[in-house]
């Protein structure tokens, strides 16, 4: 038969537990930006997978210190993974609707979630989203009922407000391109 183990008499991770979760929150955060909640999250599934018999106070020790060594080292920073993030939406075309949303699911705190999208440029990304799209100023082809219907959706479908969409949708190709160069994001 197989060996028997004994039960855990302690909730307590092993310092080789403690090792693993530091190096792998540093191999994490290497590789690219986390919130809290994801490094949390990571190490917790990691270490389920990792340690045979390990209990769930023992994951949670582990992601904690794993959150912890990553604030000690400064590798953690929600506030500045938010305003990336937004910037990084902006240029892709995403309202601030859009932002707000995918950082809330990533579990950023709503107060960190208001502060960075609210200087965020919805005219600014619509423009971009209609540039990317060949929508409003940008379009291609001659326009009828359909393929306004189409537009208008798409910037709706966005989480860009209909007086926002309509804006864009009247520009001239000038004064789209006057507005994103003077509107660019830092």
Request: charged residues 30%; without cysteine; proline residues 3%.
């Amino acid at each position: 038969m197989g060996q028997e183990t004994e039960p855990k008499t302690t909730d307590a991770p092993t310092t080789r537990m403690f090792s693993w979760s530091r190096n792998s929150a540093i191999y994490r955060l290497g590789r690219r930006m986390h919130t809290e909640k994801q490094l949390y999250d990571a190490i917790a599934r990691k270490a389920r997978e990792k340690f045979e018999d390990i209990s769930p106070a023992q994951i949670q020790a582990l992601a904690e210190y794993a959150v912890k060594f990553a604030y000690d080292n400064g590798a953690l920073n929600d506030t500045a993974f938010a305003e990336i993030s937004t910037r990084s939406g902006m240029r892709g075309g995403r309202s601030k609707r859009a932002i707000a949303q995918k950082l809330s699911q990533k579990g950023i705190a709503s107060e960190t979630v208001a502060d960075a999208v609210a200087e965020a440029d919805d005219l600014y990304a619509a423009i971009v989203l209609a540039r990317k799209r060949a929508f409003g100023p940008f379009r291609k082809v001659d326009l009828d009922d359909k393929r306004k219907a189409k537009e208008l959706s798409a910037f709706a479908r966005g989480g860009f407000s209909f007086e926002v969409g309509k804006k864009v949708f009247q520009m001239s190709m000038e004064e789209a391109e006057e507005a994103l160069e003077a509107a660019k994001p830092t």
